[in-house]
């Protein structure tokens, strides 16, 4: 499932800018496409227009319910809405506000979620720095020498760009409890660092696109370092 919605508080249409020529959406779809491990994938949207979109580059297209395309819409209702209209065992959500997230690291992430048996998981970035949490020291302390990055445990910082649940298990939950983001087993899967670049405001939009661009320009250039880099290394 990739979910899309027509509006958005802080970019609007967002789903349908353009990053190189392309709208944001396709990059998800192509990824989702590209990994090769799901029997179907669908584009869940709240506007017909996703529909053209979807036929476009090959996939279904689900319009769900006008009350679950609303900014103040639960995560909960839109994944159980979609699992009761498509059966399956589990159900993947891969988040087109994640642009650069490849088909390798999906298929990586459904091979996590499959290897240890989870009922939920959710992509994590792991951050190893000097964390606080309402003002207070979060993975270090402040009673000894000062801690290096390297030996911090690090800050899991959810990034969203896939989230998987097994359907049984989370529609039982959710009509026993109402919710059932966190059912069952759950796990996390770390992603890397350019899959963490989620899109929410134009800044992000025009930071995917300069990256976009400049990975497909320079992907097989080396590193440079000034001359004195030699002089360094050899003492």
């Known amino acids: 499932m990739i979910p899309a ?3 958005s508080t802080r970019l609007p249409m967002k789903n349908l800018a353009l990053i190189d020529g ?3 959406i396709a ?3 192509k990824a989702a496409k590209d990994s090769g491990v799901f029997d179907r994938v669908v584009v869940n949207a709240d506007a017909p227009v996703f529909a053209k979109i979807a036929q476009r580059y090959g996939v279904e297209f689900y319009h769900r319910p006008a ?3 609303s ?3 639960k995560s909960d209702d839109v994944v159980r809405d979609f699992m009761r209209n498509h059966p399956s065992d589990i159900l993947a959500w891969v988040n087109p506000t994640s642009p650069l997230q490849t088909a390798s690291e999906v298929r990586q992430v459904v091979g996590h979620f499959e290897n240890e048996a989870l009922d939920t998981l959710i992509t994590v970035r792991d951050e190893q720095v000097h964390a606080n949490f309402q003002g207070r020291p979060l993975n270090y302390t402040t009673t ?3 801690a290096q990055t390297q030996d911090l445990v690090p800050v899991e910082l959810f990034v969203y760009s896939v989230m998987m649940w097994r359907t049984t298990p ?3 939950a959710y009509e026993q409890q109402g919710h059932a983001f966190f059912v069952g087993k759950v796990g996390f899967f770390p992603v890397e660092k350019l899959s963490a670049i989620i899109i929410k405001r134009e800044e992000d939009l025009k930071l995917a696109e300069f990256v976009i661009k400049t990975l497909r320009a320079d992907r097989n250039e080396p590193l440079r ?6 002089e360094a290394r050899h003492g």
């Open 5 to 7: 919605r027509i509006g």
């Open 22 to 24: 392309e709208p944001m």
């Open 27 to 29: 990059y998800a779809i």
């Open 67 to 69: 009350q679950l395309g």
């Open 71 to 73: 900014s103040t819409t």
């Open 144 to 146: 000894g020498l000062f």
């Open 170 to 172: 989370f529609l039982t």
């Open 225 to 230: 370092y000034d001359p004195l880099a030699d």
